[in-house]
């Protein structure tokens, strides 16, 4: 199994001390090959979650009152950090929410790819060079020679979504974690990043899918969970059987709700 969440509590601490929880006893298991959407509106946990696969929550105020997160069996909740960082980018591949808040604003788009690359393969930099124009591309950013010289702030936010998406991508690893990774997106390059992020999954990595998007979701997942309040709720291993008949009342109002807007578009 490529990823077991097991009894996994996540909790904040404030400056006054009162502790607040994020998620209680979630379970989940994801395996290569297979894409996990984790549905659920704002506040439910589930990027809460997906984050703490990786510790990417600051901590503090994230702490881990119990649980265990195993990739590939080992636990990155005991993972020396140093250990962990050199898995980030090419074991594990995260696609941030906010593009801005994860991009430096300091280097260039192309200079932060090349960077990202060159840290995890063996490679020239005039390879990194043409493997970072190449993902600019796939993720359809036009001009990615002109791209790639600008810095994140000269791009908008559809297109600084792009680049963490070729940056999640682009070292083809074992897990990736995508939170939101298509909202900011028109139509049509959201259709071409999901695509990309299907290749990838039907070339044996793991997809941990955080959307509040069901139509997303019935689109790509091949299992999926929905979360509410920090529980686990209700899963299903056939999403198209979810779709049809959901069992929890609240899986049943986000269903209907999603009904309700296709309706209406």
Do not use: C
């Not at 070292?171 to 695509?195: N, S």
Request: hydrophobic share 45%; glycine share 8%; net charge negative.
């Amino acid at each position: 199994m490529l990823l077991e969440i097991e009894d996994l509590s996540v909790s904040f601490r404030n400056d006054e001390g009162e502790v607040n929880a994020a998620a209680v006893d979630v379970s989940l298991k994801l395996d290569r090959g297979e894409i996990l959407g984790i549905v659920g509106e704002s506040g439910s946990g589930k990027s809460s979650v997906s984050m703490s696969v990786a510790r990417l929550l600051p901590s503090p105020p994230a702490f881990y009152p119990k649980g265990r997160i195993l990739l590939d069996g080992v636990d990155t909740l005991t993972m020396p950090l140093a250990d962990l960082r050199r898995i980030r980018g090419k074991k594990i591949g995260v696609i941030f929410q906010d593009p801005m808040g994860s991009l430096s604003p300091l280097h260039r788009i192309g200079d932060q790819l090349v960077e990202t690359i060159l840290l995890h393969e063996e490679m020239s930099k005039k390879a990194a060079e043409a493997m970072a124009l190449e993902w600019l591309g796939k993720v359809g950013i036009p001009d990615p020679i002109v791209r790639a010289k600008a810095y994140p702030h000269e791009l908008s936010g559809g297109m600084q979504q792009r680049v963490m998406i070729a940056m999640g991508l682009m070292l083809g690893p074992d897990l990736v974690i995508a939170d939101e990774p298509t909202t900011a997106l028109d139509v049509t390059i959201q259709a071409q990043v999901l695509k990309l992020m299907k290749q990838l999954h039907q070339s044996n990595s793991g997809v941990l899918l955080i959307t509040h998007d069901l139509g997303v979701v019935s689109q790509m997942a091949t299992k999926l969970a929905v979360m509410k309040d920090g529980r686990v709720v209700e899963t299903s291993d056939d999403p198209s059987a979810f779709f049809e008949m959901p069992e929890h009342p609240y899986s049943q109002g986000l269903v209907s709700e999603a009904k309700r807007m296709e309706l209406e578009s």
